[in-house]
């Protein structure tokens, strides 16, 4: 929730029917995610990115982060693993 607080926020006023409620959250949550970025940009004089990339980037990011509990394999340094029922790791 902390990591992806605008994904949460996106889904929250979807599943509230995009109440005006469900929005506020969604915007404020929003506009502290680019006034973040933009501080981060300053403090360490990085180039300032385009603002309209940190939403797509949050979404993906967090849609890749369920996508990462949706396997049962795992390669890890060159060797592949499988998953078995009771939660342990086997060699391939």
Known sequence: VITYPLAFALL????????????AVLF???????????????AFALPRQPLWLVPLRDVLSFGLLVASFCG?????????FRLTPDGSLTSD
């Open 12 to 23: 929250s006023a979807l599943l509230s029917g995009l109440s005006v409620a469900g929005l």
């Open 28 to 42: 404020t949550i929003l506009a502290w995610r680019l006034i973040v970025v933009r501080m981060i940009d300053k």
């Open 72 to 80: 049962k394999t795992v390669e890890w340094r060159g060797q592949a």
